[in-house]
C-alpha cells in the first residue's frame, strides 16, 4: 500500500499523504471507499497515530478525503468543489503549459496530452 523511506528528507506525513493521495488518483482507493483507521495504519506502517491523522488532515484540506464523525475516512468523489491543492496544481499547470509553448509545443499537443490523460483517467474505473 505505502512506503516510507526514512532515508527521505521529506517528514513522514508528507510520505504518507502522498503515498494516499497518489492511491486515490490511480483508483487504487475507489471513490467513497472508506480508508483504514488512523490506528490500523499507523500500527501496519510501525508509526505513530498522530502522523497518520495529520496526512489525513491535509488530504482533506486538500479535497482528496471527507471525514465522518463517528464513521472515519472515505476518498472522496472526484472534482468536487475547489480546492486549494486544485489551485496550486492549476498554477504548476500554467507555468509548466507556458514553458512547453515556449519550447516548441503547440496548444493543439498541450491539449491532446491533456485528452490523454483523461482518457487513462477514465481507463483506471474513476
Known amino acids: 500500500m505505502i512506503s516510507l523511506n526514512y532515508r527521505d528528507a521529506r517528514p513522514i506525513y508528507e510520505q ?27 500500527a501496519s506502517l510501525a508509526i505513530n497515530p498522530n502522523t497518520i ?5 491535509a488530504l ?10 463517528g464513521r472515519g475516512a472515505f476518498a472522496a468523489k472526484g472534482g468536487e468543489g475547489e480546492s486549494a491543492r486544485r489551485e496550486e496544481l492549476l498554477r ?13 509545443m503547440t496548444p493543439e499537443e498541450l491539449a491532446e496530452r491533456i485528452e490523454r490523460a483523461a482518457e487513462m483517467r477514465k481507463g483506471e474505473g474513476a
Do not use: M, N, W
Not at 482533506?60 to 464523525?69: D, K, R
Not at 504548476?92 to 516548441?104: H, I, K, N, T, Y
Open 16 to 42: 504518507v499523504r502522498d503515498g494516499l493521495r497518489h492511491l486515490v488518483i490511480t483508483g487504487a482507493i475507489a471513490e467513497g471507499e472508506k480508508l483504514p483507521s488512523v490506528r490500523a495504519l499507523a
Open 53 to 57: 491523522q495529520r496526512a489525513y488532515a
Open 60 to 69: 482533506e484540506a486538500e479535497g482528496y478525503l471527507t471525514s465522518e464523525p
Open 92 to 104: 504548476q499547470f500554467d507555468a509548466s503549459a507556458r514553458e512547453l509553448c515556449f519550447l516548441g
